[in-house]
């Protein structure tokens, strides 16, 4: 519950929490005068726990969260590992080890994935099963299937590659439409041939299965002879599924003066796909973005995209002169189903100088939008990080003050233990966990390098009213 007034102050009456926050936020937002309520809004974070511990000397970076859909305690995460000091520690010899709490993310245990080597990504099916999809050892592109939450799995199920190299498999799980079995969507990046080209082309593909037990040959989604990347996707309470991809094109290489964000869609479970849509014109960054769609009542299948600036018109028309870039992390929502898109709100309330990386966001029951990213706002060498977090209570219309996450800060780059891992992942690797528990709360899974190595480390957020303490009289 909170509380709220409609007078003076005088009088506070009992609202339910997630209405009387949506009451006092637009005032708050728009400056207008209200009188302190006796529960003020703020961002509780709890101490952070340490996952990866049981191996100290191994660096772990790339980490990715699930949460249960209806079990508050059981979580699932994912991160790359890397061998101990020595010769051996190259991206070669890297891993993918698993770990899954029961108990909300207080302990933790490991669980190999021995056909992963890079690039985990996990789903929850609504029923409780999980899936994860990796780049593999014994075959480009893995997948596993867990039906009981991820506490045992299946054997690795190897998804088609009908091409050359492959990179980064975005997982996502949703209703099939005209049926209640779930599909399995993975996206990825994938080469092939390309007649009356100079080389071999480079485009997005997505691979889907029906309950995920096998995946046929992957469908291309590729529009152009341009470089482009899968980043995220969505699939929407229809059963509409939502693919991101970015162009990583230069102006060395090819003819684009900035990056852009596109989005394909399929409404008939992959049968049909849509013509790829413009979402944002970047300002050059080659930063995977992160997406989430809204589950609650309030905003059901509004679209929520984190994205580290863009190239805004100044006026109404396409012309490049009358742009202006916007720089820092902000929120871009759609309620058409990824059709358009319009700039909500800033996220960071750091200084602009400050590095705002690797994005996570994520939409609790209650339709509250949590957002974590890596921010070098205590470092104006811009070489040490901290995570931090915020979170929006109207749609993304507004955020609540930044909160840091980490007691400390990392500096990867000044540690000779795994300075080349700190090279290739300065911020601990092109993504980093946040999920939405069954209850509401968040639960944010970074690589932290306080300690002189990247290690895996968890936290709570939550939403909180704390009571307003009386004056103590001297």
């Known amino acids: 519950m909170i509380w709220t007034s409609r007078g003076s102050g005088r009088r506070w009456f009992r609202t339910p929490l997630l209405s009387g926050l949506l009451t006092l936020l637009p005032l708050l937002a728009a400056g207008t005068p209200v009188d302190e309520p006796p529960f003020p809004i703020r961002i509780k974070i709890a101490a952070p726990v340490a996952v990866s511990g049981d191996l100290p000397e191994a660096p772990h970076?790339?980490?990715?969260?699930?949460?249960?859909?209806?079990?508050?305690?059981?979580?699932?995460?994912?991160?790359?590992?890397?061998p101990g000091?020595?010769?051996?520690?190259?991206?070669?010899?890297?891993?993918?080890?698993?770990?899954?709490?029961?108990?909300?993310?207080?302990?933790?245990?490991?669980?190999?994935?021995?056909?992963?080597?890079?690039?985990?990504?996990?789903?929850?099916?609504?029923?409780?099963?999980?899936f994860l999809a990796c780049l593999g050892t014994g075959s480009p592109l893995a997948a596993y299937r867990s039906a009981d939450g991820g506490r045992t799995w299946d054997a690795p199920l190897k998804v088609p590659v009908s091409g050359g190299s492959v990179d980064r498999p975005v997982l996502s799980v949703g209703p099939s439409p005209g049926s209640r079995q779930e599909i399995v969507y993975v996206g990825f990046g994938q080469s092939f041939p390309a007649p009356g080209l100079r080389g071999p082309a480079y485009g997005a593909v997505v691979s889907l299965s029906p309950g995920g037990r096998t995946f046929p040959e992957p469908v291309l989604l590729r529009h152009d002879n341009l470089t482009q990347?899968?980043?995220?996707?969505?699939?929407?309470?229809?059963?509409?599924?939502?693919?991101?991809?970015?162009?990583?094109?230069?102006?060395?290489?090819?003819?684009?003066?900035?990056?852009?964000?596109?989005?394909?869609?399929?409404?008939?479970?992959?049968?049909?796909?849509?013509?790829?849509?413009?979402?944002?014109?970047?300002?050059?960054?080659?930063?995977?973005?992160?997406?989430?769609?809204?589950?609650?009542?309030?905003?059901?299948?509004?679209?929520?995209?984190?994205?580290?600036?863009?190239?805004?018109?100044?006026?109404?028309?396409?012309d490049p002169a009358l742009q202006s870039p916007r720089g820092g992390l902000f929120l871009l929502t759609s309620d058409d189903g990824a059709e358009s898109w319009r700039a909500a709100a800033t996220i960071t309330d750091a200084p602009p100088s400050a590095d705002a990386a690797t994005p996570a966001i994520?939409?609790?029951r209650?339709?509250?939008?949590?957002?974590?990213?890596?921010?070098?706002?205590?470092?104006?060498?811009?070489?040490?990080f901290d995570l931090y977090f915020t979170a929006s209570l109207d749609g993304g219309a507004t955020f609540l003050p930044n909160a840091r996450v980490t007691p400390e800060p990392s500096c990867p780059r000044a540690s000779e233990r795994q300075r080349g891992i700190a090279t290739r992942w300065p911020f601990g690797g092109d993504y980093s966990g946040l999920a939405a528990g069954a209850d509401g709360k968040f639960h944010l899974l970074w690589a932290?390098?306080?300690?002189?190595?990247?290690?895996?480390?968890?936290?709570?957020?939550?939403?909180?009213?704390?009571?307003?303490q009386p004056a103590v009289s001297q």
């Open 61 to 82: 970076v790339e980490p990715f969260l699930a949460a249960h859909p209806t079990d508050p305690n059981v979580l699932f995460g994912a991160a790359v590992t890397y």
């Open 85 to 130: 000091p020595g010769p051996g520690r190259t991206a070669d010899a890297s891993v993918v080890a698993g770990f899954r709490s029961a108990d909300g993310g207080q302990t933790w245990s490991r669980v190999p994935f021995s056909a992963c080597r890079i690039d985990p990504w996990l789903s929850f099916g609504s029923d409780g099963s999980l």
């Open 229 to 318: 990347q899968p980043f995220d996707s969505v699939v929407l309470s229809s059963g509409a599924y939502a693919l991101f991809f970015m162009d990583y094109a230069t102006q060395s290489e090819e003819p684009l003066v900035h990056r852009r964000t596109w989005m394909v869609k399929s409404k008939d479970g992959g049968k049909t796909w849509s013509l790829p849509a413009l979402v944002f014109e970047q300002v050059g960054k080659e930063m995977p973005w992160s997406a989430a769609v809204d589950r609650s009542p309030t905003h059901r299948d509004r679209l929520y995209l984190a994205v580290d600036g863009w190239w805004q018109r100044r006026s109404g028309t396409p």
């Open 362 to 364: 994520a939409v609790n």
């Open 366 to 384: 209650d339709g509250v939008v949590g957002v974590a990213w890596y921010d070098t706002r205590r470092d104006p060498r811009g070489e040490c």
């Open 448 to 468: 932290d390098s306080s300690s002189g190595i990247y290690h895996l480390r968890t936290a709570v957020a939550q939403i909180s009213l704390s009571p307003v």
